[in-house]
Each structure stands twice: as structure tokens, then as C-alpha cells.
């Protein structure tokens, strides 16, 4: 098992950050939100992060949740 943490998700909007978090969560994967936005001028990324030994299962939830 392996504490890195790993981008599996990456957008310009909060709240598809919060939906994929919450799908994760509700999968039982842990995930945290680094949000890279730049406040003042708007641009930059958020990414949804998760532990190495979760990304290949959290890709997959993220996948499913983009082609429903």
C-alpha cells in the first residue's frame, strides 16, 4: 500500500470537483480537493486526489460518472 497521493480528476469548476469527490466518498475511496484557482483572475485547476492504492478503482467510478 502506498500513501502518494494522485490527481485523478482536474477542472476549472468547484462543483464538478465536490460531485466527483462525493461519488468517491460514497464509494468508499478518500479523497481530498487542491484547489489551484487563482481567486482574483479565475483560471488555474482544481484537482480531486486520492491515495496510490485507490486511483485504478477511483478512475473508474470518474469514468462511469463522465459517460452517464
Known amino acids: 500500500m502506498t500513501s502518494e497521493r494522485v ?3 482536474s477542472t476549472n ?3 464538478e470537483a465536490e460531485i466527483v ?3 468517491l466518498g460514497d464509494n468508499g475511496i478518500s479523497s481530498f480537493i487542491m484547489n489551484k484557482m487563482d481567486s482574483a483572475y479565475q483560471f488555474g485547476e482544481i484537482e ?3 491515495l496510490g492504492e485507490n486511483v485504478m478503482r ?3 467510478l470518474i469514468h462511469e460518472y463522465e459517460n452517464q
Do not use: S
Request: proline content about 0%.
Open 7 to 9: 490527481i485523478v480528476y
Open 13 to 15: 469548476k468547484l462543483y
Open 21 to 23: 469527490r462525493q461519488i
Open 48 to 50: 480531486v486526489l486520492v
Open 58 to 60: 477511483a478512475k473508474l
